[in-house]
């Protein structure tokens, strides 16, 4: 499973505050503590105000990047800030994301075609989440067709089926695991990515549903995921499933982990 660490993201407001106070030990205890519990990326998500967004961005990747070798995923809504952060960058990472929004993927695509870059893409377009599994198939298929033109590897992307908030859903998530089945079927080595705990928004007790659809998603595919790695419970469930899912031989990464404590403490 591949860990995307969420933890420095100025839209948390710990995090937002660090930011103010310019406070780089706090955030590179961030980084320390995520690479330490396994994460494979260290999001990093500015969410600042446009002007400042840019410095902001390079302040906290250099930061990290003093902190730990894990490699960086640079965090915009804004293709452009993405791009421009790539050069603070000291080895490849994640860009996250593109989407058929716009030209994002035109802007973003070019840019790491010849590179060992990785990119996050989320399944809309300029209309919206698609609303239907058979839109996102579409986003998705017009998606392949650019990484085609501009020969990216599969295995090189992170595709997000976009997942929504359970208690506005008519049918749980059986579209989005739908999707996810179908991606992987059609692109073997493609990556199926997304934030767990989107599907939790307004519900109570939302730890049990965000492991309840990791374990659901990891099951239909997906392989990659927005997470806190520090949530010791979450790890273990994780990599519990890819145990019990064949993915894991002899169960090594499993047992492993909890010799390492990086799921706490065995019970």
Same mark, same amino acid.
């Given at each position: /499973?591949?860990?995307? =660490?969420?933890? %420095?993201? =100025?839209?948390?407001?710990?995090?937002?505050?660090?930011?103010?106070?310019?406070? #780089?030990?706090?955030?590179?205890?961030?980084?320390?503590?995520?690479? !330490?519990? =396994?994460?494979?990326? +260290?999001?990093?998500?500015?969410?600042? $105000?446009?002007?400042?967004? &840019?410095?902001?961005?390079?302040?906290?990747?250099?930061?990290?990047?003093?902190?730990?070798?894990?490699?960086?995923?640079? $965090?915009?809504?804004?293709?452009? %800030?993405?791009?421009?952060? @790539?050069?603070?960058?000291?080895?490849?990472?994640?860009?996250?994301?593109?989407? /058929?929004?716009?030209?994002?993927?035109? /802007?973003?695509?070019? &840019? %790491?075609?010849?590179?060992?870059?990785?990119?996050?893409?989320?399944?809309? !377009? $300029?209309? #919206?989440?698609?609303?239907?599994?058979?839109?996102? &198939?579409?986003?998705?298929? *017009?998606? @392949?067709?650019?990484?085609?033109?501009?020969?990216? !590897?599969?295995?090189?992307?992170? +595709?997000?089926?976009?997942?929504?908030?359970?208690?506005?859903?008519?049918?749980?998530?059986?579209?989005?695991?739908?999707?996810?089945?179908?991606?992987?079927?059609?692109?073997?080595?493609?990556?199926?990515?997304? #934030?767990?705990?989107?599907?939790?928004?307004?519900?109570?007790?939302?730890?049990?549903?965000?492991? *309840?659809?990791?374990?659901?998603?990891?099951?239909?595919? /997906?392989?990659?995921? +927005?997470?806190?790695?520090?949530?010791?419970? @979450?790890? =273990?469930?994780?990599?519990?499933?890819?145990?019990? @899912?064949?993915?894991?031989?002899?169960? %090594?990464?499993?047992?492993? #982990?909890?010799?390492?404590?990086?799921?706490?403490?065995?019970?």
């Amino acid at each position: /499973m591949i860990i995307i =660490g969420e933890k %420095i993201n =100025g839209a948390i407001p710990s995090v937002t505050e660090a930011i103010e106070k310019k406070d #780089g030990e706090f955030i590179k205890e961030l980084a320390k503590s995520q690479a !330490d519990a =396994g994460a494979n990326f +260290i999001d990093v998500c500015a969410s600042t $105000d446009v002007a400042v967004e &840019l410095e902001t961005m390079k302040w906290l990747i250099d930061l990290v990047q003093d902190t730990t070798d894990t490699p960086i995923a640079v $965090d915009s809504p804004d293709a452009d %800030i993405c791009a421009r952060s @790539m050069a603070f960058c000291n080895k490849p990472g994640l860009i996250n994301s593109v989407s /058929m929004e716009g030209n994002k993927i035109d /802007m973003i695509f070019p &840019l %790491i075609a010849d590179t060992k870059w990785e990119c996050v893409a989320l399944l809309c !377009d $300029d209309t #919206g989440i698609p609303k239907s599994g058979e839109h996102r &198939l579409e986003v998705f298929a *017009a998606i @392949m067709e650019k990484a085609k033109e501009y020969k990216i !590897d599969p295995s090189r992307l992170h +595709i997000d089926p976009l997942v929504e908030m359970l208690c506005t859903s008519e049918d749980g998530i059986n579209t989005v695991l739908d999707v996810i089945r179908k991606i992987k079927t059609q692109y073997p080595t493609i990556h199926v990515t997304g #934030g767990a705990s989107n599907i939790s928004f307004n519900l109570p007790a939302r730890k049990f549903v965000n492991q *309840a659809f990791l374990v659901l998603a990891i099951g239909a595919g /997906m392989d990659s995921a +927005i997470i806190n790695p520090l949530h010791k419970h @979450m790890m =273990g469930l994780i990599y519990a499933t890819e145990a019990l @899912m064949g993915n894991d031989e002899y169960c %090594i990464e499993y047992i492993n #982990g909890y010799r390492d404590g990086l799921y706490g403490p065995v019970k």
